[in-house]
């Protein structure tokens, strides 16, 4: 046999051999990182890029040395990514993330416990029902709350919708998972801000009850649903005849970071008898924070909420979690299957598959564990304080700049800005020239059809002055229009 075709120790065992062929690997894959593009993003064109990595014979007859296919990993992806951990990688909610889930990572694939059957998982099955409690109490939950862990906050919004619309349908003796959707469904509405996370479309685009479903309700100029407008819409609803099966309310918008007020949507989810589901994907984390915390005052009332570990939680991809107030109502999605969920297994055997929209799924719950349990609440809360600091240093620097305007006062980690008789077109080149040149990852959006640039600060070593530093790039950007 020859030496590339030796895959027998390539595939992974517990025994010293075995870990010792991993560890030396894992050391070469660390390696491979050593060369990250000299600023926040590669400034390669799509085009050589392409050429670059089509170079790349995908599957060659004869296989090549691992070490030489991690350190090419290296010249060809790493060193022409983006590196979310500079500070000048302030775009999207695309957080740097931390040594002991990155670590715990390599474990979890080598492991390889799948999530959808406590015979494939059985501690790990555990591991994330314990998770799941330990944030429903974070959440403010009765006993009754438990949760799954899912891909991402689209994927959590969209199961809840699911759930919410299993709901709406079994108080009309509907089983929808059986029948489908009943007559009545024409008349259900989803009720949400107009800031709130295109996933809550995509649901109702997915679940049958077609985009036109989603109302969208006014947000005050700080972004957070107004009352007096969901009240206006909710009038409407019952004078028209239409029936809000459920609230979405946010916590934490994409762009200026609101916070909807929760405790006032939610006695209108109750009057109205709609599921509440509040879409906490950017400030969930803000529960572990005593100074940020009170902000989501009211998530305790929701029926269910999407926390996202791979935004503020510095949790690599992919790791979310739909919690819900009342674990039975998972129910409303359980498929049975001959081969997985049988409902006949030994006492206390969870089979996780019943709650997820997934049937195999990875263990990541165990990466969140490892980093809770390693940082500890208090440092996470110091982190997230920091940023929220930081964009309210960016929001008083931009404030009294005198070619830029802020949009907000910045009360997350997002600071939104413009610069008065630019226009939309100019202010894009700012963002695709910065961006080109590989000096900035700058976001850019639109608020109230004004088009806005954007900082979203997820690092937690950035500093004041790399703010400052931020602010004159865009500044001198702006200069040379
Ligand atoms: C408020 C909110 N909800 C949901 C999502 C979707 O999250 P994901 O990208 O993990 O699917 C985002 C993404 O930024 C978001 O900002």
């Not at 010792?20 to 894959?29: D, N, Q, T, Y």
């Not at 862990?149 to 108080?171: D, F, I, P, Q």
């Not at 920091?386 to 009360?411: C, F």
């Not at 640039?453 to 500044?475: G, Q």
Request: a negative charge; proline letters at 5%; hydrophobic letters at 45%.
């Amino acid at each position: 046999m020859s030496d590339t075709r030796d895959w027998h120790n390539l595939v992974i065992t517990f025994d010293s051999d075995g870990l010792e062929v991993l560890a030396s690997a894992a050391s070469a894959a660390v390696e491979s990182l050593r060369r990250p593009p000299s600023g926040p993003r590669s400034n390669w064109t799509p085009a050589a890029l392409h050429h670059l990595v089509t170079s790349l014979e995908i599957c060659p007859d004869e296989g090549i040395n691992l070490n030489t296919v991690l350190a090419e990993l290296g010249f060809v992806v790493w060193s022409h990514g983006v590196v979310p951990s500079d500070p000048a990688c302030v775009a999207h909610l695309h957080p740097p993330t931390l040594v002991p889930a990155v670590v715990t990572e390599l474990a979890i694939a080598a492991s390889n416990q799948s999530m959808d059957s406590w015979d494939q998982s059985p501690a790990a099955t555990e591991v994330e029902l314990h998770l799941m409690r330990w944030l429903a109490d974070l959440i403010g939950f009765p006993e009754t709350g438990s949760g799954v862990m899912t891909s991402g906050g689209t994927a959590s919004n969209v199961l809840a919708m699911t759930l919410a619309r299993s709901w709406a349908a079994k108080k009309l003796g509907v089983d929808v998972l059986k029948t489908g959707l009943p007559p009545e469904a024409a008349s259900w509405r989803i009720l949400c801000s107009d800031q709130a996370h295109f996933s809550v479309q995509r649901a109702a685009a997915q679940l049958g009850l077609g985009r036109d479903s989603v109302t969208t309700v006014e947000t005050t100029s700080s972004g957070a649903m107004e009352v007096a407008a969901l009240d206006r819409v909710l009038i409407e609803m019952t004078r028209t005849g239409l029936e809000p099966i459920a609230i979405v309310a946010t916590a934490g918008t994409t762009d200026l970071g609101a916070v909807d007020p929760l405790s006032e949507i939610a006695q209108r989810a109750r009057r109205h008898d709609a599921w509440l589901h509040v879409d906490a994907a950017v400030a969930g984390a803000f529960l572990l924070s005593d100074r940020l915390g009170p902000a989501l005052s009211g998530i305790e009332l929701a029926d269910s909420v999407t926390v996202d570990f791979h935004k503020l939680w510095w949790q690599p991809f992919n790791a979310s979690a739909l919690v819900i107030r009342d674990a039975e109502r998972f129910d409303l999605l359980r498929v049975k299957s001959n081969y997985l969920d049988r409902g006949d297994e030994l006492e206390g055997v969870v089979n996780l598959v019943g709650r997820s929209l997934d049937t195999s799924r990875r263990f990541d719950a165990a990466k969140v564990v490892a980093t809770l349990r390693t940082l500890g609440r208090l440092a996470l809360a110091e982190m997230l304080e920091h940023l929220v600091d930081l964009s309210r240093y960016a929001g008083s620097v931009i404030e009294s700049h005198p070619q830029l305007e802020l949009i907000a006062t910045p009360t997350s980690v997002m600071c939104v800005f413009s610069a008065p008789d630019v226009s939309d077109d100019d202010l894009r080149h700012v963002q695709q020239r910065l961006l080109a040149r590989g000096e900035m990852v700058l976001g850019r959006t639109m608020i109230k059809d004004r088009a806005t640039l954007k900082f979203t600060f997820m690092n937690p070593l950035a500093t004041t002055d790399d703010v400052d530093r931020l602010v004159i790039l865009v500044a001198s950007e702006l200069n040379t229009l």
